[in-house]
């Protein structure tokens, strides 16, 4: 079954400095991979996605993030954080592509950045 | 702006009795809603796939006459919790897929609390 690890429940970094946020999937098929922001008291928002093509994906906000199937990794990063990037980051893997496609989130990563 | 909607956004509600939470879709029919359920400092689980005129389809562990989904319209998917207990107590969230098959679209979630 396909399931998605993010090792880091809370990480803090000075604002201004880079972040890099860790994920890794188990999925039998290509997976097609999400990077989601929760803020509070706000929905679900998300910042990129992979679905084939170029690795290294461009999202919203300054976020990137890298698809390496040899690692069965899809980290998040960005250069410079700032102080409104403190949220929940999710990272989740897609079933498939389709009208029913499920999604399986991992655990979340908390943000905290510190002034 | 927002392309799913939920109401409400907070209830509180007496044990044993029922809550029902409503999801729209606002731009887009939607012939397959997700509910997901998230615990405080937790990831969001999967509960079930709604779909629009038949039964919903439950994850493993799911009680499906505790948690009653219907369905009934294009634009419109509700949860019933059914007999409410402190421990389902929760964020409540619900999602539906994007018309091109990539992406989920999430609402702002409802916070469920029993007494």
């Known amino acids: 079954a396909q399931s998605v690890t993010q090792p880091d429940i809370h990480i803090t970094v000075s604002e201004g400095a880079s972040l890099e946020l860790r994920c890794n999937y188990s999925?039998?098929?290509?997976?097609?991979l999400f990077w989601y922001v929760q803020s509070p008291g706000q929905g679900l928002q998300l910042l990129l996605k992979?679905?084939?093509?170029?690795?290294l994906v461009q999202g919203i906000k300054g976020f990137e993030a890298e698809f390496k199937r040899s690692q069965s990794s899809f980290n998040l990063r960005k250069p410079s954080v700032h102080w409104s990037d403190a949220a929940e980051y999710f990272c989740?893997?897609?079933?498939?592509?389709?009208?029913?496609?499920?999604?399986?989130f991992g655990s979340g990563t908390r943000l905290s950045i510190r002034p | 702006g927002a392309v799913v909607s939920q109401h409400p956004s907070r209830v509180i509600c007496k044990s044993g009795t029922s809550v029902k939470i409503e999801c729209r879709s606002l731009d887009f029919q939607a012939t397959t809603m997700f509910w997901y359920r998230q615990f405080p400092k937790k990831s969001l689980m999967l509960m079930a796939t709604s779909n629009e005129g038949s039964k919903a389809t439950y994850e493993q562990g799911v009680e499906k006459d505790k948690f009653l989904i219907n369905h009934a319209s294009l634009t419109l998917s509700t949860l019933t919790v059914t007999s409410a207990h402190p421990e389902d107590s929760s964020f409540y969230i619900c999602s539906r897929i994007g018309p091109s098959y990539n992406e989920q679209f999430f609402g702002p979630g409802t916070r469920l609390t029993v007494l």
């Open positions: 999925y039998g098929a290509t997976p097609y």
């Open positions: 992979y679905f084939s093509g170029d690795t």
């Open positions: 989740a893997v897609g079933e498939g592509y389709s009208s029913a496609s499920k999604i399986i």
